[in-house]
């Protein structure tokens, strides 16, 4: 059974996966062989995999079986795992709690070689489309207080097996970085009365140097305090505090947006490793005037060091700017001007 | 000049590093080649690098030339840079502070190929001194309100250089990370009267479960939320919340359990890269009853993916009873026995 165990300075929740304990041997430094053998997630292999709690597939077709253009399954070897309640335990002046929670896996293709910057608009769609649907169910469930869904691309992002997936996470706490940003963002309403993403686009449409791509329902921006380099935020228009609102046109939408960004970074950053995370209001909230979901693709370019874990600042060394501007005009030769510099500066000084 | 950029939602400070602004081909994702060509940390370089603000060398030598077994000079691509001020400037909605503060590196050996884990205990202690040194000497100056001393060992862990170096950073104001554990300790204090260090110290030298090592002054623990494989803590017995009020014959025993658990971690993960950071009190603080220095040391042995990413939970594989013991016992066979089970269990069903 996985483990929460809380830091007794910090009070950071860390959790401990005890059932698959890595060996120092484990830990493979150098680039990932070439991996061969079985792949669970390939078509005909569905007997490796827990059964699955979604999938779209040829009408006629039993569960389970061959036939399926994406499918979702429990991870085998999940870091939270559905109980019936959180137990809580002390070891002296230490606090456990058990690893409550769903893990699920949403294989995106039955091909394996596939990448998500590559796939047709029709599988993008459907992509999304099982992200909402397993939203929407998993909501259901009364013991879940948050839902994260997230995309690890490339070994250098955490992804454990080359098959295109993506993952879901349910938990019966709010984390505390989405806290932060919930608490930040209701900070700013009760200030300014406005929605602080709202405020985002509209500043960023205005000037324009942070804008990526923009279509009729969203927006693709390198966002003001870019922790790194080529990070991108996809918003909604429209304001709304949960993805699983999320309608039909805009998945029409949104998947294009998708395609264009990771396309983009495809191309000009030569298939980077990346992570991506949908970021939405806590399950157990109705709708959130200060709240407003969107999506972070994170490009790894870069390694954290010791600076950052020592005072949490990031360094970036790509201007978002400058980074909007390699990815909207795909070019990776620098701007023949000045780097673009922010309009409207007012200078105080402290 | 690089300049803060605060998150308009988290509230979080960003240091985006605008002169040497990085283009899409800088980012280089293979294993980094060969590095050939001048080294400007090796002797008879000096004057490739600014001038030295402190060194230790043969008496009767001029500063800036050869001869020295340690130097430190000023970072010529500061992360933040000596000013008179912190402008504050607001670009609409957004918030902007220029990057002021001192950066330095600290040279540790004129030898090019040495490492931290294989020094002899000499030059160890003499690396302890310059740290301190520098630590005294820019507690002087008013406008610095905190310090980081830290190392980045290997690309993967952000060294840029292959020359073995440490980092000091000064600014002038207490980062956020480093606010959280200030924080999270008074309350720890204010609760039990007791420093929350000294009580990890207390339990974990009870159960022994968690110790890699010990010596008169310092331990060392894999922490009990350890939140990657083999993170380990170095901490001083005695109480004491400042770094630069280290002793003589502390210092003694701090280099020798350096080299201890860096050579422990050389021979167990095969020479992983890692981060170590000094975690000390501001330096406006006087003595802290709650707050007790110690250096954090990380082994880059996974990668940070999107569950992370979007909860800000770690997931670690490796329990820090497990990675105490490979460390401890210097083997990569897991123990005979079932896995360190936590003693003094008392069970609460929340």
Sequence with gaps: MPEFRKDPVIGR???????????????????APERTGMCPFCPGNEDKTPKEVLAYRESGK????KGWWLRVVPNKYPALRVEDDLHRS?????????GTGAHEVIIESPEHGASFAMYDQR?????????????????????FRYMLLFK????QAGASLDHPHSQLIAMPIVPKRVKEELDGAERYFRFKERCVFCDILRQDLLSMDRVIDENEEFIAIAPFASRFPFETW????KHEAHFDKIEKHQIVLLAQMMRTILGKMHRVLDDPPYNFMIHTAPTTEGPLVHYHWHIEIIPKLTHTAGFEWGTGFYVNPTPPEQAAYYLREETTEAAGTEEPSPSNIVTLTA
């Design 13 to 31: 929740w860390v959790i401990i996966a005890k059932e698959r304990a890595k060996r120092p041997t484990d830990f493979v430094r150098q680039p």
């Design 152 to 155: 690890n691309h490339g070994p």
């Design 90 to 98: 002390g070891d002296g002046m230490y606090d456990i709690m058990q």
């Design 234 to 237: 996809v918003l909604p228009k």
């Design 62 to 65: 039993p569960p389970n079986s």
């Design 123 to 143: 599988q993008t769609e459907e992509i999304l489309w099982a992200y909402r649907d397993r939203a929407v169910e998993l909501k259901k469930d009364a013991r």
